[in-house]
């Protein structure tokens, strides 16, 4: 099958130019990740629905976060957030190892299906509350949000190795929301770079789970 490649914004405020990202999202089918309905805007730029009151993000900020995240093939990563596993599949394309949280636990199987149905064995995906993140697989070289949250979850800045980087969305609401990437120093020091605007769904706490 010859598959349509995703399409970015014209004028981009941060141009994706790392030829691997470029590559990683040729080499993921993102049709096997939206519903059937909206199969045909699968290749556009284009956030979609997914059920739950979730989304698959946009092909560009999925582009964008990842290369914000400098990963690379012995990075362990962590994401808060596995939604359709699309992100995911794309890290999988870069490092070895992906760890990926979700909340609503018939996204977290659809997900894992879907992966393994494009044959993508580097990510393992736990239902769970992904704030806590995942304390077993500590520390991660890499760590990435895909849903807002007021600020950084401390167990997820303690489970980032020093040296690490950290993207994620931060803002209570769609209108104030930033991305931020978050450097951790050597010796834990914390620097944080705001990135742009973006309009991400929260981050729930566990026990408010939404509705189909
Ligand atoms: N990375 C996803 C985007 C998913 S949208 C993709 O590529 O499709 C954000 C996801 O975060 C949703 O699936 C939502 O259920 C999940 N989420 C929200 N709060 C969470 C939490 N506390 N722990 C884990 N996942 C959470």
Redesign the pocket.
């Known amino acids: 099958m010859i598959r349509p490649k995703v399409t970015f914004p014209r004028s981009p405020s941060i141009p994706v130019t790392d030829s691997a990202i470029h590559e990683a999202l040729m080499n993921v089918p993102r049709h096997r990740?939206v519903p059937k309905q909206y199969a045909d805007l699968a290749y556009a730029d284009t956030a979609l629905p997914?059920g739950?009151s979730?989304?698959?993000?946009q092909p560009y900020m999925?582009a964008v976060m990842t290369q914000l995240l400098c990963v690379n093939v012995h990075a362990k990563v962590l994401?808060?957030?596995?939604?359709?596993?699309?992100?995911?599949a794309i890290l999988a394309q870069l490092a070895q190892h992906v760890f990926s949280?979700?909340?609503?636990p018939e996204?977290a199987a659809r997900?894992f299906r879907c992966l393994r149905g494009i044959d993508c064995r580097r990510v393992r995906v736990r239902h769970?509350?992904?704030?806590a993140g995942w304390p077993e697989q500590a520390p991660f070289d890499r760590i990435i949000l895909?849903?807002a949250a007021p600020a950084v979850p401390e167990p997820l800045w303690a489970q980032l190795r020093p040296g690490g980087r950290m993207v994620a969305p931060i803002g209570e609401d769609l209108g104030t929301q930033r991305l931020v990437l978050l450097c951790k120093g050597i010796d834990s020091s914390r620097i944080e770079k705001d990135i742009m605007a973006v309009q991400?769904?929260?981050?729930?706490?566990?026990g408010l789970g939404?509705q189909p």
């Open positions: 990740f997914i739950y979730q989304t698959i993000s999925v994401e808060v957030g596995t939604g359709s596993g699309y992100q995911a949280t979700e909340l609503i996204l997900a769970t509350d992904g704030s895909t849903c991400f769904v929260p981050l729930i706490e566990q939404q």
